[in-house]
Nanobody
Framework: QVQLVESGGGSVQSGGSLRLSCAASGYTFSRYCVAWWRQAPGKEREGVAGIGEDGDRDTSYIDSVKGRFTISRNNANNTLYLHMKNLRPEDTAMYYC???????????????????WGQGTQVTVSS
């Protein structure tokens, strides 16, 4: 079955950096879009960044992270990444890796609720 396992979260100060990883298994990772979503306490889950099956040629970001976050994927080792720099307190949230066999584009994966989710990794940014 599809498994998505996130890692790399932690606590950093404002302006710091983190790199999240998501190890995927149980399906053909390279064929589908993948995305990072996040959920802060008391807020709805939101799609932060998506990447299509074409990799770096098809990425999508929510406005609040453009220029600070970079999503990438390594199809050879079935891993998704999110490089985050210049972190802000408002980036504090549980971050989830997500995918769907229904989606191919970065935009779709970032905007539509995917079918499969990881367990999440916590990112906490202090001011």
């Amino acid at each position: 079955q599809v498994q998505l396992v996130e890692s790399g979260g932690g606590s950093v100060q404002s302006g710091g950096s983190l790199r999240l990883s998501c190890a995927a298994s149980g399906y053909t990772f390279s064929r589908y879009c993948v995305a990072w979503w996040r959920q802060a306490p008391g807020k709805e889950r939101e799609g932060v960044a998506g990447i299509g099956e074409d990799g770096d040629r098809d990425t999508s970001y929510i406005d609040s992270v453009k220029g600070r976050f970079t999503i990438s994927r390594n199809n050879a080792n079935n891993t998704l990444y999110l490089h985050m720099k210049n972190l802000r307190p408002e980036d504090t949230a549980m971050y989830y890796c997500a995918t769907s066999p229904r989606g191919y584009s970065a935009e779709w994966c970032r905007r539509e609720a995917p079918d499969y989710w990881g367990q999440g990794t916590q990112v906490t940014v202090s001011s």
